[in-house]
């Protein structure tokens, strides 16, 4: 059965402390992992799409990479506007697009 | 461009009601997936709408039953209300192929008492 699993659980960082959130899975065949922030009460805000081991993506403090068997996604330098939920996703079928989602990690950046 | 809008934002009903609720997806977006979000289960896939066709379908019970139109807008339905069903359901509508990102909306809060 498909599974992602992310780890840590939560994460509090000083301002400008860099980081690392993981995301593993295990899939019968990736067709794409995706990351996305969801701020309390909202819905989740796309990040980057990630198709290939190898594949890596950068957005302002935020660098998504991905291997066989997990992704990272890289904070640097964040600020307290970077606190948020971080969801790592998987799509596996070829047919639809249902995700499979992770728990979540929880960001929080102290000033 | 407009993003995905849900409707109502909030909702209270009792338990043994039932619920509608109502997804517009992005202009040019014909597929529409719908979501539960709990504190304990987290993101869990409820089903997913193709041109008015439901393509796939999650680990969910006969209660929740969904429909999309022609102009890809898509409703789902919870029948017989439970307190567990207390959660935040999200719509993500995406384009035509698989394997691209899917944007949510802001979802819509069901509190069930």
């Known amino acids: 059965e498909d599974q992602v699993t992310q780890s840590p659980e939560a994460l509090r960082l000083q301002e400008g402390e860099s980081s690392s959130l993981n995301c593993s899975y295990t899939v019968s065949g990736l067709r794409g992992l995706f990351w996305y922030r969801q701020d309390p009460g909202k819905g989740p805000e796309f990040l980057f799409t990630?198709?290939?081991a190898g594949e890596e993506k950068e957005k302002e403090r935020l660098k998504a990479t991905l291997t066989k068997k997990e992704s990272f996604l890289h904070i640097t330098a964040p600020k307290p506007e970077d606190s948020a939920t971080y969801l790592c996703?998987?799509?596996?079928?070829?047919?639809?697009?249902?995700?499979?989602f992770g728990a979540g990690t929880r960001l929080t950046v102290k000033p | 461009k407009a993003g995905v809008t849900q409707t109502p934002r909030y909702l209270i009903k009792t338990r043994g009601q039932q619920v509608t609720l109502s997804c517009s997806p992005i202009?040019?977006?014909?597929?529409v997936s719908w979501y539960q979000q709990t504190p304990g289960q987290g993101l869990q896939f409820l089903f997913e709408?193709?041109?008015?066709?439901?393509?796939n379908k999650g680990n969910f019970p006969g209660r929740f039953s969904g429909r999309q139109f022609s102009n890809s807008r898509s409703e789902m339905n919870v029948s017989t209300l439970e307190l567990g069903d207390s959660a935040l359901y999200l719509c993500a509508s995406s384009n035509l192929h698989s394997n691209t990102e899917a944007f949510f909306g802001q979802g819509t809060r069901l509190t069930v008492v």
């Open positions: 709408y193709f041109s008015e066709t439901q393509r």
């Open positions: 990630l198709y290939s």
């Open positions: 996703a998987v799509q596996a079928s070829p047919n639809n697009n249902d995700m499979r």
């Open positions: 202009s040019g977006h014909r597929s």
